[in-house]
């Protein structure tokens, strides 16, 4: 069974950087496209961005370009997210999924498996 496991988040000022981790265990890393969501109080939760096996992201959401990046280790069986610039807006649970193929998607319901969350948030 496939579990992945969030870490990295926590209170950071404005303006800091924050580097989100996506442990994953149960299968073969490397045949799933990953993606991170995130989701504000009280609001919906959103698509950050994407990457497919070979390392190639989908852009970020606009909101976040130019101040999210979204990577992975293969063989560290790992997805990351670097926050840099962050705001209060961003305060949000921040969550990693799989989808057991080689295409990204920007759509929840695509992703097969996720994660419990890790809390960001930014205060001063």
């Known amino acids: 069974q496939v579990k992945l496991v969030e870490s990295g988040g926590g209170l950071v000022q404005p303006g800091g950087s924050l580097t989100l981790s996506c442990g994953y265990s149960?299968?073969?890393?490397?045949?799933?496209?990953m993606a991170w969501f995130r989701q504000a109080p009280g609001k919906e939760r959103e698509f950050v961005g994407s990457?497919?096996?070979?390392?190639?992201?989908?852009p970020v959401a606009d909101s976040m370009k130019g101040r999210f990046t979204i990577s992975r280790d293969n063989a560290k069986k790992t997805l990351y997210l670097q926050m840099n610039g962050l705001k209060p807006e961003d305060t949000a649970v921040y969550y990693c999924?799989?989808?057991?193929?080689?295409?990204?998607?920007?759509?929840?319901?695509?992703?097969?498996?996720w994660g419990q969350g890790t809390q960001v948030t930014v205060s001063a």
């Open positions: 990457i497919v096996r070979t390392g190639i992201s989908t």
């Open positions: 149960g299968g073969t890393f490397s045949n799933y496209a």
């Open positions: 999924a799989a989808r057991n193929t080689f295409f990204y998607s920007g759509t929840q319901k695509d992703y097969d498996y």
